[in-house]
């Protein structure tokens, strides 16, 4: 069993900061990319930051750039997602989920990924 499992979600006031980090278990691929998504009641699910297995580069949405910062341990896994000066808008269940065999180019508009984890939730505060 595949197992995926994101933490670090809180309370946080507009220009705080928050570190999400995304753990798996039973996960033994070598060629992946690591998305966070995030997902708010009424909206569609916004990708927010990619990074690769391959060569580990990154990518992020426009909205979050400069602000967000995607990384993994020496490990590849966990990946981890620093959130600083966040704002009311980033408000959202943040999810982490991998997509096998595959690179960020296009990451935004990816579908059909292979695991999901549960989420958890970043709340910011105005």
Same mark, same amino acid.
């Given at each position: ?16 900061? %928050? ?29 927010? !930051?990619?990074? !690769? ?32 000066? %966040? ?33 958890? %939730? ?5």
């Amino acid at each position: 069993e595949v197992q995926f499992v994101e933490s670090g979600g809180g309370l946080v006031e507009a220009g705080g900061r %928050l570190r999400l980090s995304c753990t798996a278990s039973g996960f033994t691929f070598d060629d992946y990319a690591i998305v966070w998504f995030r997902q708010v009641p009424g909206k569609g699910r916004e990708g927010v !930051s990619c990074i !690769s297995s391959r060569d580990g580069s990154t990518a992020y949405a426009d909205s979050v750039k400069g602000r967000f910062t995607i990384s993994a341990d020496t490990t590849k896994i966990p990946v981890h997602l620093q959130m600083n000066s %966040l704002k009311p808008e980033d408000t959202a269940v943040y999810y982490c989920a991998a997509k096998l065999w595959a690179s960020c180019t296009g990451f935004q508009f990816y579908d059909g990924m292979d695991y999901w984890g549960k989420g958890t %939730l970043v709340a910011v505060s105005s």
